[in-house]
């Protein structure tokens, strides 16, 4: 069972607007900044979203993060088929001296 | 451009040891601390160690203390793991990490898998 708690699947249709939920307490969530990654099957993470909001450089603008009390959750407007992928959220806990992570959510594209 | 390649993966009996080794390029790596993700087959990741850029500080999660070991040679641009009295819910993909400014990861290896088997 997973620190940080995300929907286990989440879906849309191309164009959509979707939104991923991370849930968290006020040990990690409530205290630390929120990261958002991105993997497809067979594929190492990558970082999608760090910081609650900033996109790294290379990642659309289609992308965005945001972050209140102890939860955080993840918009990916205009979806496209190729967003289709596991996304996952982390943070720091101070207790661990290191992140946690959610479980991940799937994401389907219809 | 920022390369991180793991090796060293494979299978091992429960009980076994192993030790992971992860090569960085493209980047002074001696100024960022770096870290080990391991993820099950089918699972979710989990972070494992991670070291400071000089090596002072080191820590472990609790499902590895005392059997896994983070070090780094700054000299040869390398991290590694060392894993002892490995068992099978070990079994997983190990990626190395760089961490950047935001207590995140912001570049991975592809992972090497190793298996835990009798």
């Known amino acids: 069972q997973s620190v940080l708690t995300q929907p286990p699947s989440a879906s849309g249709t191309p164009g959509q607007r979707v939104t991923i939920s991370c849930s968290g307490t006020?040990?990690?969530?409530?205290?630390?900044?929120i990261n958002w990654y991105q993997q497809f099957p067979g594929r190492a993470p990558k970082l999608l979203i760090s910081?609650?909001?900033q996109r790294p450089s290379g990642v659309p603008d289609r992308f965005s993060g945001s972050r209140s009390g102890t939860s955080a959750s993840l918009s990916i407007s205009g979806l496209r088929s190729e967003d289709e992928a596991d996304y996952y959220c982390?943070?720091?806990?101070?207790?661990?001296?290191?992140?946690?992570f959610g479980g991940g959510t799937k994401l389907t594209v219809l | 451009e920022v390369q991180l390649v793991e090796s060293g993966g494979g299978l091992v009996k429960p009980g076994g040891s192993l030790r992971l080794s992860c090569a960085a390029s493209?980047?002074?790596?001696?100024?960022?601390?770096m870290n080990w993700v391991r993820q099950a087959p089918g699972k979710g990741l989990e972070w494992v160690s991670s070291?400071?850029?000089?090596?002072?500080?080191?820590y472990h999660a609790d499902s590895v203390k005392g059997r896994f070991t983070i070090s780094r040679d700054n000299a040869k641009d390398s991290l590694y793991l060392q894993m002892n009295s490995l068992r099978a819910d070990d079994t997983a993909v190990y990626y190395c990490?760089?961490?950047?400014?935001?207590?995140?990861?912001?570049?991975w290896g592809q992972g090497t898998l190793v298996s835990v088997s009798s």
């Open positions: 990490a760089r961490e950047g400014s935001g207590e995140d990861f912001d570049y």
């Open positions: 493209g980047f002074t790596f001696s100024r960022y601390s």
């Open positions: 070291i400071s850029s000089s090596g002072s500080y080191i």
């Open positions: 006020s040990s990690n969530v409530g205290i630390n900044t």
């Open positions: 910081k609650d909001y």
């Open positions: 982390a943070a720091w806990y101070e207790s661990l001296n290191g992140p946690v």
